[in-house]
């Protein structure tokens, strides 16, 4: 039973972490940070023009293998959200006083 389970669960991530379902979460992410900064009156890195140029290349148009895909977007959708959480730390103020 275990490891029918075991591969239950391996299954179902891997349908999960495909590049079409983690390309629409980092553009969600994406959107959300954006606006974040925009709300916090914060400038954007470039890490936002990174995410903003990966987005630019859809993975059902490019012809890349699915764990680099997976990979990037990943690592951004973790850069988006540790940069939302520390926004105040990592981001400078439109407005320095």
Not at 32 to 60: G, M, Q, T, W
Request: net charge positive; proline share 6%.
């Amino acid at each position: 039973m275990q490891a029918s389970s075991n591969f239950t669960i391996s299954h179902r991530l891997s349908l999960m972490l495909n590049p079409a379902y983690t390309y629409v979460a980092l553009l969600i992410v994406q959107a959300f940070h954006l606006l974040h900064h925009r709300l916090a009156k914060r400038h954007i890195s470039f890490a936002e023009v990174l995410s903003a140029a990966v987005l630019c290349f859809p993975p059902f148009l490019v012809q890349l293998p699915s764990a680099l895909f997976v990979t990037t977007h990943l690592l951004l959708i973790a850069v988006q959200i540790v940069g939302s959480v520390w926004i105040r730390k990592l981001s400078p103020d439109w407005n320095p006083a």
